[in-house]
């Protein structure tokens, strides 16, 4: 398991948060916000529990494409060794100047879900229940001056 550096933490959780992302099913773009139901894919696909996870640039810090690509493909290998249900997903800032490719899951508990997105370096995910509304879970401590959000949950390292 990694230990990670995030320079700002209160201002990733921000930018996380405010971040658009989709998931791939059948040809459509299904849309996740933060804070928000996420009621057409969960009738598309249903389960009890989502996860958005990615392997690209662990902490957030920028990397190659290649160490990325790779990464991806380690976690591609863990989620089939695991049979664990996926499809292909991202996150996007609004402007549009950046993209990231990640998994949307289905129904891991929290423990598994914490382990697998700390394996591969993530400050943080998406992770909801079926009928609530789309959460960010920062996988960091909580620094003193993060702003409180009713869908941000910090549970630290």
């Known amino acids: 398991m990694r230990e990670l550096q995030v320079v700002n933490a209160a201002e990733l959780a921000l930018a996380y948060a405010a971040a658009e992302y989709a998931v791939a099913l059948d040809g ?3 849309p996740l916000r933060v804070g928000r139901p996420a009621g057409d894919l969960e009738a598309y696909w249903p389960a009890s529990r989502y996860l958005f996870v990615s392997a690209w640039n662990p902490a957030s810090e920028p990397h ?3 160490a990325n690509r790779a990464a991806d493909e380690r976690l591609i290998a863990r989620l089939e060794a695991a049979g664990i249900p996926r499809h292909a997903a991202w996150a996007q800032d609004c402007a549009g100047e950046w993209r990231e490719p ?3 899951l289905a129904d891991l508990d929290d423990l598994a879900a914490n382990a697998l997105a700390r394996d591969f370096g993530q400050a943080g995910v998406l992770a909801w229940s079926r009928g609530e509304p ?3 879970r920062m996988l960091i401590a909580r620094p003193l001056d993060a702003e409180g959000s009713d869908y941000t949950d ?3 390292a």
């Open 134 to 136: 789309v959460r960010l």
């Open 64 to 66: 190659s494409e290649s």
């Open 154 to 156: 910090w549970i630290g």
């Open 28 to 30: 459509d773009a299904l």
């Open 102 to 104: 990640g998994w949307l």
